[in-house]
């Protein structure tokens, strides 16, 4: 089993950037890929990047992509320290949510998005 804590997040002002964290730990060597979620209240989770842990091949989401405004979303890991990072820039309200690292642990689960462990979640705000 993997178990993930997140760190991170937290008040932050509009059009700046935020950097979370996610350490994973336990059983490591079993992870395929892992994911940056986000939900904010009365809204459905939306998906924000995953990333192959051992080929670091990376997707995003359709609120971080797309045109040259959107894309400002980096999701990256370090397997040294079993740590994954999403760093977000010009931050706008909408990005208010509280933000979910998860982690796949074979390629099945990983493509059809389901994870196999979640971290507790990180809150983030962006303020005027």
């Known amino acids: 089993q993997v178990r993930l804590q997140q760190s991170g997040g937290g008040l932050v002002q509009f059009g700046g950037s935020l950097r979370v964290s996610c350490v994973a730990s336990?059983?490591?060597?079993?992870?395929?890929?892992m994911a940056w979620f986000r939900q904010s209240p009365g809204k459905e989770r939306e998906f924000i990047a995953t990333i192959t842990w051992n080929g670091g091949g990376t997707w995003y989401g359709d609120p971080v992509k797309g045109d040259p405004a959107k894309g400002r979303a980096v999701i990256s890991r370090d397997k040294a320290t079993n740590t994954l990072y999403l760093r977000m820039d010009n931050l706008e309200h909408q990005d208010t949510a509280t933000y979910y690292c998860a982690a796949a642990t074979s390629a099945e689960n990983y493509f059809s998005r389901h994870y196999d462990s979640w971290g507790q979640g990180t809150q983030v705000t962006v303020s005027s």
């Open positions: 336990g059983r490591t060597d079993t992870l395929y890929g």
